[in-house]
């Protein structure tokens, strides 16, 4: 059910991946992935993924933390299509580098990948599927 918030258990890890399958809804204008550090809404996120259809299409990285957001990252490229299915993969967890197969991007890390607990899914999606997959150290 969207909005969704919880735990990854055991947090993350280097070598680890986050695969997420959803679909994107036909009346879409946005919806997020958020890494956090808790299962809290103001806790510090170390990944803000950010899909937007508002005009210029664009996929927005970035970060929170200390109760502030980093530099917004803008990939004007949309690799998503309303109502259809999508597939992330993010490797080494906070590159979410591949959509369906492809590469995308990848968002350098900000926040320590060890102080994510936790993952946070809202907007216009429907999610089928979360993995955390990888070898914990």
């Known amino acids: 059910k969207?909005?969704?918030?919880?735990?990854?258990?055991?947090?993350?890890?280097d070598g680890m991946s986050v695969n997420?399958?959803?679909t994107a809804?036909?009346?879409?204008d946005s919806f997020m992935i958020n890494l956090r550090s808790a299962e809290s809404e103001s806790s510090d996120?170390?990944?803000h993924f950010n899909p937007r259809f508002t005009g210029w299409d664009k996929v927005?990285?970035?970060s929170f933390e200390n109760d502030s957001w980093g530099s917004e990252e803008k990939i004007r490229s949309m690799p998503f299509t309303k109502g259809q299915p999508f597939?992330?993969?993010?490797?080494?967890?906070?590159e979410f580098n591949h959509l369906d197969?492809?590469?995308f991007y990848t968002f350098s890390?900000?926040?320590?990948?060890?102080?994510?607990?936790?993952?946070?899914i809202a907007g216009q999606v429907s999610i089928q599927s979360i993995k955390v997959l990888g070898v914990r150290l």
């Open 60 to 62: 927005v990285f970035n």
């Open 109 to 120: 890390h900000r926040i320590p990948l060890e102080r994510v607990c936790a993952i946070h």
């Open 25 to 28: 809804h036909e009346d879409m």
């Open 87 to 94: 597939k992330i993969v993010g490797q080494r967890t906070l």
């Open 101 to 103: 197969g492809q590469d």
């Open 45 to 47: 996120i170390a990944l």
């Open 2 to 13: 969207i909005p969704y918030m919880g735990p990854i258990y055991g947090g993350l890890k």
């Open 20 to 22: 997420i399958q959803g």
